[in-house]
């Protein structure tokens, strides 16, 4: 099967977009309002206002794509390159900068959104989405979907293969999405895995598999809108391959001029997603370098108050470390919470 793409690296569509201009500004802006984050965010690390952080720039339409085909209700599962995503997905931005500061306030996410913390061990957050989804439709009203993401990298852990393989054997109502940028850290796909096309390993597992264009917003959004909704009708877990590129080193403590050939990350910045819909909703009349200063002052002022507000966030106290493991401190917990000063 080919790769599923409807915008080209060049912005021009092939066949008919079943998606609305409407629903193209959506998708712009909120890549868009990604794309300007993560800029600042590796600024603000430099400056010493956050911790080690994980780029994602180019990787835009993967992440926001796929989030957009969620509801309110749908829950999200990220690892920890998916800041995209979970901003797309409702958690506030002075929330992301507490999380990547890793001050305790920011691992408390609102009341009510569905979305699971940003996972560092890689591929431990798979097995917890597919219990998630059972979860769903054994106790909601209405069944909820979920949402994993994992890089390639990822797929060659014990943790990918469990949870895939148990998601279809109970036609868990799952997606998985893997965001293959090229490299697992300094590792490329080509030297770590036999067959490059990780979506055939959904055969092997007995479920659908898709291959898209990860660059390409409209195709990621439209591909996991399908899958969500094949999931939400009983009929089980999708694994989506989206091809797309770190252009980004893997953090920012990494330098990937000691592994790669930064003329190659060039060459795959000519693909970026941002460029290619801004051209496809130029040619519609919908977008223009008024309406692109308007957003970037929007976006601005957002950022500004959201580090205004994680700014005013009292210091954390030791303690804290410990009072998010367990709904309940055990006694291991509770010993390290008592030595760490613990009231």
Do not use: C
Not at 128 to 142: D, F, N, P, S, T
Not at 162 to 187: C, D, H
Request: glycine share 10%; charged share 25%; proline share 6%.
């Amino acid at each position: 099967m080919a790769t599923v793409q409807y915008i080209s690296p060049g912005g021009e569509v092939a066949g008919e977009l079943p998606l609305t201009t409407e629903e193209l500004v959506r998708g712009y802006r909120a890549a868009a309002r990604a794309r300007f984050f993560d800029e600042r965010a590796v600024t603000l690390q430099r400056q010493g206002r956050l911790g080690v952080y994980p780029p994602f720039r180019g990787q835009e339409a993967a992440q926001v794509g796929a989030a957009l085909a969620l509801t309110e209700r749908d829950w999200l599962v990220p690892s920890y390159r998916e800041t995209a995503a979970a901003l797309t997905h409702g958690l506030p931005l002075s929330q992301v900068i507490l999380y990547w500061r890793s001050h305790p306030a920011g691992w408390r996410f609102p009341e009510g959104l569905r979305l699971l913390p940003f996972y560092v061990p890689i591929a431990t957050q798979l097995p917890h989405a597919v219990g998630l989804a059972l979860a769903g439709r054994y106790q909601a009203e209405e069944p909820w979907v979920v949402l994993a993401f994992i890089g390639d990298g990822g797929t060659s852990e014990g943790d990918f293969h469990e949870a895939l393989n148990f998601a279809a054997v109970y036609k868990a109502p799952v997606v998985f999405v893997v965001q293959n940028n090229g490299w697992a850290i300094s590792t490329p796909t080509e030297r770590q895995m036999g067959n490059v096309r990780i979506k055939d390993r959904a055969l092997g597992y007995g479920m659908a598999g898709v291959r898209v264009d990860g660059n390409d917003l409209a195709a990621t959004w439209l591909t996991a809108r399908e899958a969500v909704a094949r999931a939400r009708a009983g009929e089980g877990p999708t694994l989506i391959e989206a091809l797309t590129y770190r252009i980004a080193p893997h953090t920012t403590s990494d330098d990937p001029g000691r592994y790669r050939d930064e003329a190659e990350a060039r060459r795959h910045a000519a693909e970026e997603p941002l460029a290619r819909l801004r051209r496809v909703l130029g040619a519609r009349g919908a977008w223009d370098e008024a309406r692109e200063a308007e957003l970037e002052r929007e976006l601005e002022a957002e950022l500004q108050a959201a580090l205004a507000e994680a700014d005013a966030a009292p210091d954390a106290a030791p303690a804290e470390i410990v009072e998010h493991v367990y709904a309940e401190l055990g006694p291991d917990q509770r010993r390290a919470w008592e030595a760490l000063g613990g009231r």
